[in-house]
């Protein structure tokens, strides 16, 4: 399974690291994503690093403020978030990608909020 | 970036009934597309992927079909559980894209 954490209140204009944590498999065997679900919207693709662990990609609305990252040893991935606003507040989930998004975390709620 | 349009927004449906979603993308997405089931406060389940592969574990009466640019999800015969927000995703090339989602509601 994938359990996600570090999510919470932050103030706009803050930083939050985000940490996703595999269980029962390696991670560093697959592509791993984040996803994230705004209260009563559709689910957005944020960011991707592949199985090498070197190839990254982000979504427009992210890029520049956002940054994916995983520790091998830790068997975790984890989503820098900088310069948050109020369009961030959401759910986050992490998601591994075998030959497709197959396993999903629980999701964790960032709000973004003075 | 590749748009996914999904259509309709929202079928209501009875139990029992067939269930008929369309996707569409912006461009050729060869058969690099899956669909989802999202069920109120719960993460996605991945139900298809590359166009018509079914996961272990998913009924049978869910099934995909298309290529390039239009896709379908079937639902043979409609379970009550099966009422729920579907979205398609497509992994064809960076960003990946999710389509806005269909809402199936028990009418």
């Known amino acids: 399974q994938l359990v996600e954490s570090g999510g919470g209140v932050v103030q706009p204009g803050g930083s939050l690291r985000l940490s996703c944590e595999a269980s029962?498999?390696?991670?560093?065997?697959?592509?791993v994503h984040w996803v994230r679900q705004a209260p009563g919207k559709g689910l957005e693709w944020l960011a991707v690093i592949l199985y090498d662990g070197t190839n990254k990609y982000y979504a427009d609305s992210v890029k520049g403020r956002f940054s994916i990252s995983r520790d091998i040893s830790l068997n975790t991935v984890y989503l820098r978030m900088d310069s948050l606003t109020s369009e961030d507040s959401a759910i986050y989930y992490c998601v591994r990608d075998a030959t497709a998004l197959d396993l999903w975390g629980q999701g964790i709620l960032v709000t973004v909020s003075s | 970036e590749i748009v996914l349009t999904q259509s309709p927004a929202t079928l209501s449906l009875s139990p029992g009934a067939r269930a008929t979603l369309s996707c569409r993308a912006s461009?050729?997405?060869?058969?690099?597309l899956s669909w989802f089931q999202q069920k109120r406060g719960q993460a996605p389940r991945l139900l298809i992927f590359d166009a018509s592969d079914r996961p272990t574990g998913v009924p049978a009466r869910f099934s995909g079909s298309g290529s390039g640019t239009d896709f379908t999800l079937t639902i043979s015969s409609l379970e009550p559980e099966d009422f729920a927000i579907y979205y398609c995703?497509?992994?064809?090339?960076?960003?990946?894209?999710f389509g806005g989602g269909t809402r199936v509601e028990i009418k």
């Open positions: 461009q050729t997405v060869g058969n690099h």
């Open positions: 029962a498999f390696t991670l560093s065997g697959y592509a």
């Open positions: 995703l497509q992994r064809s090339s960076w960003p990946l894209t």
